[in-house]
């Protein structure tokens, strides 16, 4: 489980034959979990001056490889007992955006991140959302997407700044939402009753 809250902004050192190496000064052990953008990558060598980690073909086909270069942003996982300043995050991208806007506000900067149509029900207003393994709040839904606004201390201490409109970005949604929406979905063949709805909402 992870939280959103970036570690450290790692340097690319390569990415060759599904195996991503990065400089940084975290140290983390073999077999650790270390969400790279968001996507949760285990350790499989040690460096001087960091580590790499492998990206399985799931992992290949879910994710945004295109920005697996340059710098990432990285969180090992959370230990148990921690405090949790975000949301709980798993580290499986569900989807992937698409930045189609990016507007300065008063004290921040709003992004538009269009999104497939499958996402949209898992997203509400003033719900978490995780983009390149950032835990952020959704703004406002709108008919294709998410308006977030990140502020300036989310600036400095991630890679938005970079950003640029057409980038695609990894995406997590909620975590209750996904299992909301899967046991309304397992209901739906057998019918639903709003007694079912009250019950599965009371859960969380």
């Not at 709040?137 to 970079?162: A, Q, W």
Request: hydrophobic share 40%; net charge neutral.
């Amino acid at each position: 489980m992870f939280n959103g809250l970036i570690r450290e902004i790692a340097q690319v050192v390569s990415y060759s034959q599904n195996i991503l190496r990065l400089k940084a000064n975290f140290r983390p052990n073999l077999g650790d979990s270390i969400a790279v953008n968001g996507a949760c990558l285990s350790v499989i060598k040690l460096h001087e001056d960091g580590f790499s980690v492998e990206l399985s073909a799931e992992s290949r086909a879910n994710i945004a490889v295109e920005n697996l270069k340059e710098r990432v942003h990285i969180e090992p996982a959370m230990r148990l007992g921690d405090r949790v300043d975000g949301h709980l995050m798993q580290g499986h991208i569900d989807f992937i955006g698409k930045i189609s806007n990016i507007k300065k506000n008063e004290n921040g900067i709003d992004f538009y991140i269009d999104l497939p149509r499958d996402a949209m029900s898992l997203m509400s207003n003033k719900g978490s959302v995780g983009v390149e393994g950032v835990s952020l709040t959704i703004n406002e839904i709108l008919p294709k997407g998410i308006r977030l606004t990140i502020i300036p201390i989310t600036f400095r201490d991630s890679l938005f700044g970079t950003f640029k409109v057409g980038r695609r970005v990894n995406i997590e949604s909620d975590l209750l939402a996904r299992y909301v929406a899967r046991q309304l979905f397992c209901k739906q063949d057998s019918g639903l009753s709003w007694d079912d709805v009250e019950r599965i909402s009371s859960l969380y």
